[in-house]
């Protein structure tokens, strides 16, 4: 049976406190030399760690090759674990790196921008500067300050939100796999998957910037990212929470270098996808714009033949992969009708 890492929440108001706490619960844990990578945003909750060396911050341009020769530091710094402060690319490259350097790895979060908290998946770019999905491991542990997270800018935890709009059809799409004997369904990670996006379903009608100020809508969205991250550590796989709306957040970074955070490209494929199903689209749209998260191409700054050389190569993205819009096998001219369709 998959191995769910530990989480610890703290509470308390106090980010000094916090700090304490992360450093307890580490020697806890048996951590004794432990290689810290923090972002800026995370330099008082990782305050009290003491690490191997220096703290590794890391840059914007970091990429795969980064993680792996911080990994290779790791290794012959003595470290017994990488502990990762920070946001989503911080965190997945923590989890590159303790795989290079053959190690585990704490997550620590400052943001909820997406349920990679604890996945075994990294999003890291590669030597061009595209993001790319890579197994990695899965943390050993997760550490939650909630006054760390609480403030948070809403376009980051708007994104969070948007990756797990993508898990009720992630899971239609593993479904149509499993009726196609392409793949096996997990029902414990099928029911972790529904359970995360079931603790975000009754808050979808509110602000993000009211999310960032309420702790209790706070820890809905954490454990809902967590949540989805142990549906893919019991699959042993994304299919859980990734179907085809992901296909289509890669094609957009394989085609155009990205052009919003991860979870807010999701949350625009799942317009795609619910399209391809029949679903309520217009409902859809106005649930991303009360988010403020993208309903239609132009605010990820694309056209409609842009949009549809993203459809058209989204298949590509995930060889192997069966979703809907394997499925529907949509000609370029069908691209270009659903398109009008869609955003007529």
Not at 22 to 27: G, N
Not at 75 to 91: I, K, S, T, Y
Not at 199 to 214: C, F, H, N, Y
């Amino acid at each position: 049976m998959a191995e769910f890492p530990e989480v610890f929440v703290f509470n308390e108001d106090d980010e000094a406190a916090a700090a304490e706490e992360l450093a307890r619960v580490l020697r806890d844990m048996g951590v004794e030399a432990p290689f810290l990578l923090s972002s800026i945003h995370g330099r008082q909750v990782s305050a009290k760690v003491a690490g191997t060396g220096p703290v590794e911050t890391p840059t914007g341009d970091a990429d795969q090759e980064w993680a792996a020769s911080l990994g290779a530091r790791a290794r012959e710094a003595g470290a017994d674990a990488v502990v990762a402060v920070g946001g989503g690319r911080c965190l997945d490259i923590g989890k590159l790196a303790a795989a290079r350097a053959g190690v585990n790895v704490i997550a620590v979060p400052t943001q909820l921008s997406h349920d990679g908290i604890c996945s075994p998946v990294a999003v890291v770019p590669d030597a061009d500067g595209r993001p790319e999905s890579l197994g990695a491991i899965a943390p050993r542990a997760v550490f939650m300050s909630m006054v760390t997270l609480f403030g948070a800018p809403p376009r980051s935890i708007a994104a969070g939100v948007g990756d797990l709009l993508a898990n009720p059809l992630a899971l239609k799409d593993w479904q149509l796999a499993a009726g196609r004997g392409l793949e096996q369904l997990d029902d414990r990670a099928w029911d972790l998957s529904a359970q995360s996006y079931d603790l975000i379903r009754g808050r979808l009608d509110e602000d993000p910037a009211t999310w960032s100020k309420d702790l209790d809508a706070l820890r809905n969205l954490a454990d809902a990212l967590v949540l989805s991250g142990m549906a893919m550590i019991a699959s042993g796989t994304s299919r859980p929470a990734s179907g085809g709306e992901h296909e289509i957040s890669h094609a957009i970074d394989e085609l155009f270098g990205g052009r919003a955070l991860h979870g807010a490209q999701v949350a625009f494929g799942c317009i795609i996808t619910t399209a391809l199903y029949d679903g309520d689209v217009d409902g859809l749209r106005a649930t991303l714009r009360r988010l403020d998260l993208p309903d239609e191409p132009s605010k990820l700054g694309l056209d409609a033949d842009e949009l549809r050389r993203v459809v058209l190569a989204a298949p590509n993205t995930r060889p192997g992969r069966f979703t809907i819009i394997e499925d529907a096998n949509l000609s370029d001219a069908e691209v270009s009708r659903l398109i009008a369709d869609i955003w007529s």
